[in-house]
């Protein structure tokens, strides 16, 4: 698998300033949690695994993000303790109705724009949310332009479904680095 991967996890970190960010456990442990379950479908021919992207200068870097000949998908991983998270029309996140200072506006935005850079894609995200304590949070419903919320029994089946597993041969000769390279030059 180690051919099919770039990048790492070493540049996340635990800032204030991160829009998405794991309660009760640190940021890298939560990517490498998320790792863990993204490791096998990176066993698949065409597919790459990208670790601690970022998409716009100066914003945080994303976790993970999984490319083939004609996906992108975003993979944003947090931790929560359990309650019912919702998330309203313009991004805030909310616990039992109350914000918890997070948004996901900072990731719809780097959806937004690689959608621009790279038109033959189809880009979206996922958040993992991996649960801290006891109980499993309730996660928010699917969110406008692309965002999709899974706990993580479901992340591995997901991502192979939306990447993978779509009737048709992903190995094909198209270039999946080419988003990549356009980020950071």
């Known amino acids: 698998m180690a051919h099919r991967l770039r ?54 870097r994303i976790g993970f993000a999984v490319s ?11 931790a929560w303790p359990s309650g019912s998270y919702t998330v309203t029309a313009d991004g805030c996140v909310l616990c039992d109705g109350t914000y918890i200072g997070q948004s996901v506006r900072p990731l719809l935005g780097s959806v937004r724009l690689l959608r621009r850079l790279v038109r033959r894609l189809v ?17 928010p419903a699917d969110s406008p332009g692309g965002l999709l919320w899974l706990p993580p029994a479901k992340v591995g089946s997901h991502v192979s479904r939306r990447l993978i597993l779509r009737g048709r041969d992903i190995s094909c000769q198209v270039d999946t680095n080419s988003w990549y390279r356009q980020l950071h030059r």
């Open 7 to 60: 990048g790492t996890l070493d540049s996340l970190t635990d800032e204030e300033g991160r829009s998405l960010r794991p309660i009760g456990m640190s940021v890298r442990e939560a990517a490498d949690r998320t790792g863990a379950l993204l490791h096998p479908v990176a066993d698949h021919p065409g597919v790459r695994l990208y670790a601690g992207v970022r998409v716009a200068e100066g914003a945080p």
């Open 68 to 78: 083939t000949a004609s996906h992108l998908l975003l993979v944003e991983s947090v």
């Open 123 to 139: 880009v979206g995200a996922v958040v993992v949310v991996h649960p801290s304590g006891p109980g499993a949070p309730s996660l």
